[in-house]
């Protein structure tokens, strides 16, 4: 508890416990109405103050308005009535201070479940000092390429590739997944992560700032500025809200007691005030106004904690539309590490078609090219690569010691003019054509395989609602039929370029029958920026080191894993069933107690109760949402 909350709790308490007292003092007149303001002023100081200075600054409508008005005009009445009941108004503030109060403790904690998650900054890193004992820096200091050391137990403060060491590495609070990942030589470290065993000596590829740790805290300070819909509704609400009901409460107060009188009645002055003054109280629409933000703000903390990053509250909200999910098919449902399966040379050896590949495909980022390289791992060997040219979904260009060589799909072989010879072999595998100078050289077979989860993430997520499931693939079309059949997934369209999968997507987007039937798109990334940013909500695979990722999606799956993904769908649907409980609950009672309010059925007691109970259950329904899975 932060000492603010307990100042609170303690004001609570005394007030209470001395208005229980006060029950008990046989006083009347001036002193028992001062005895009562000892109470009052103490648990509603605040709330009179905050009321008047809001009158000051001319936006007075606010919760705190309406109960000095309310608390107030109860004493007010008391005095004049001479009844002496004066607990009433002390009772109202009470309960109205143990529901703030109520909502400042739940607030805190998911704030601090989130700052849990902004743990991963790191406060420092390691620079390796002359006697070989760690220096440490501000991680903002350290340069590309500088070597850092990692000690047992530290945070890997920016993105790198281990240089020497093994170890394992806690990835716990980006992904969600509990098991260590397991680094040696070679591998990447990224930011955010824990070493748990060895040192780890580690040359940073990236300034802190560009560090996948940095983008992730940016994503999650940014995300609760991003309204939804379901919040825009309420402040659009209230705007029409609050007038309406201090026009009915003044409505309420002079419209009867003026029609008793000119029909020759007693007015009953007191009686109507009274009722205006519980309409008032009533009226407070404290629980929907505090617990949708919270459940959009808790549930985006709980993806987040799944290794689910969400940009924002409106796609949380999106997400739980999605009717249509559109996949990518290299890199998100498969591994996109492609074997050499064959190499089928026309006129040169079968080592030399691979070294020109490897050649051609040394500068690319495509899984494919680092495919090739790691089968054909002798780099330095002098030969010149020069001008090279990527042709997104077809292939790359390039001259290799002198000769125009070329390395991709059929259609790239169409655009250099050579003659493909189909393989007889491999049928439905992966194939990459080579040409040089225009002149046809032969294909290498590769072969690429699903991910484990796959098949179970499109069964998952058809679990949870998803109606269609599409593969796009630049690959061949039997490439893409047979990864289909294997994954049990509806559609498979292949041979697309990047333009020709936005049209399908837009085809898509057309045919569906509601605006509400959401289409998402899930991709690893690499050249799928167009498709992401065109559907209802983008999603990006595997943002642990991949930078386009975390850029042009609206939601980051932290790790590689397509499970994830239903993970994400399954939480976000679950989080708006949570706010919309809150929002007819809320606006039920609240009716329900008006109604009951106007005709003078629930004085201010029960109403300040109901007010306080809903607002109470709305917020612990609300943290749930932190805790979903
Ligand atoms: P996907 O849609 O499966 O992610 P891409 O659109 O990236 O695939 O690529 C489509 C096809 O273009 C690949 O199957 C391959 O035939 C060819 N291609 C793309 N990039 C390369 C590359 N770097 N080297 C060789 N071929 C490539
Ligand atoms: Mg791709």
């Not at 809200?241 to 009188?261: D, E, F, K, N």
């Not at 080592?351 to 050649?359: E, G, K, M, T, V």
Request: hydrophobic share 45%.
């Amino acid at each position: 508890m932060e000492p603010k909350q307990k100042k609170n709790l303690a004001r609570i308490l005394i007030a209470a416990a001395l208005t229980a007292a006060l029950h008990f003092v046989p006083v009347t007149g001036a002193p028992r109405f001062a005895l009562y303001m000892i109470p009052y002023l103490t648990v509603g100081y605040d709330v009179l103050r905050k009321a008047f200075e809001g009158i000051k600054n001319r936006q007075p409508l606010d919760e705190c308005l309406l109960m000095a008005v309310a608390t107030i005009g109860a004493i007010a009445l008391a005095l004049y009535q001479k009844s002496g009941d004066y607990a009433e108004a002390v009772a109202v503030m009470l309960f109205y201070q143990i529901g703030e109060w109520f909502q400042s403790y739940a607030v805190g904690k998911s704030r601090r479940s989130i700052s849990e998650l902004m743990d991963i900054a790191p406060d420092y890193a390691n620079l390796e000092g002359e006697d070989g004992r760690p220096v440490r820096v501000d991680p903002d200091e350290v340069e590309v390429g500088t070597v850092i050391l990692v000690q047992p137990g530290e945070k890997v403060p920016i993105d790198g590739v281990v240089v020497s060491g093994a170890s394992s590495l806690d990835t716990a609070a980006l992904t969600g997944e509990s098991a260590p990942r397991d680094v040696a030589e070679g591998d990447e470290a990224v930011s955010g992560c824990i070493n748990l065993t060895g040192v780890l000596r580690v040359r940073t590829t990236k300034e802190f700032g560009e560090s996948t740790v940095s983008k992730v805290l940016e994503l999650i300070e940014d995300a609760s500025a991003r309204k939804s819909h379901s919040e825009n509704f309420i402040s659009k609400f209230a705007r029409v809200y609050t007038p309406a009901v201090v026009g009915s409460a003044l409505a309420l107060a002079l419209l009867p007691p003026l029609g008793l009188l000119l029909a020759g009645r007693a007015p009953g002055w007191g009686t109507w005030l009274y009722r205006a003054l519980t309409f008032l109280v009533i009226s407070c629409p404290c629980a929907l106004v505090i617990s949708i933000p919270l459940s959009f703000f808790a549930g985006l903390g709980g993806a987040s904690r799944q290794g689910v990053l969400i940009k924002g509250s409106n796609y949380l909200e999106t997400l739980s539309e999605v009717k249509t999910v559109v996949f990518d098919k290299t890199g998100t449902l498969t591994k996109g590490v492609f074997e050499v399966t064959a190499i089928h040379p026309e006129h040169m050896d079968e080592r030399q078609l691979l070294h020109l590949a490897a050649h051609v495909e040394r500068y690319s980022t495509h899984p494919i090219a680092s495919s090739l390289r790691a089968a054909y791992p002798d780099e330095a060997d002098g030969c010149s690569v020069e001008d090279v040219e990527e042709v997104a979904g077809c292939g790359i260009t390039a001259r290799v010691n002198g000769s125009a060589a070329a390395v991709g799909n059929e259609r790239l072989m169409e655009r250099v003019g050579a003659r493909v010879r189909a393989c007889e072999l491999h049928r439905d595998g992966t194939i990459l054509h080579v040409a040089v100078n225009g002149e046809y050289e032969g294909h290498i077979v590769i072969s690429d395989v699903v991910k484990p989860h796959s098949a179970q993430a499109i069964a998952a997520l058809r679990g949870c609602g998803v109606t269609r499931t599409v593969m796009l693939t630049g690959d061949r079309q039997a490439v893409a039929a047979r990864v289909a059949g294997e994954l049990g997934v509806d559609e498979a369209h292949g041979e697309l370029l990047p333009q020709d999968k936005v049209a399908r997507v837009e085809r898509l987007l057309d045919g569906r029958s509601s605006e509400r039937e959401r289409l998402a798109f899930v991709g690893d990334g690499i050249n799928d920026a167009p498709v992401l940013s065109r559907a209802d909500v983008g999603i990006a695979m595997g943002a642990m080191g991949s930078d386009a990722a975390i850029e042009a999606a609206d939601v980051v799956l932290m790790d590689d894993d397509p499970l994830k993904l239903a993970t994400a769908v399954r939480i976000s649907r679950k989080c708006l069933r949570i706010v919309k409980e809150n929002i007819w609950f809320a606006i039920g009672i609240k009716l329900a107690c008006l109604a009951l309010g106007a005709l003078g059925l629930a004085g201010m007691w029960l109403a300040i109760f109901a007010d306080v109970g809903v607002m109470v259950l709305a917020v612990l329904n609300a943290i749930r949402c932190m805790y979903l899975r």
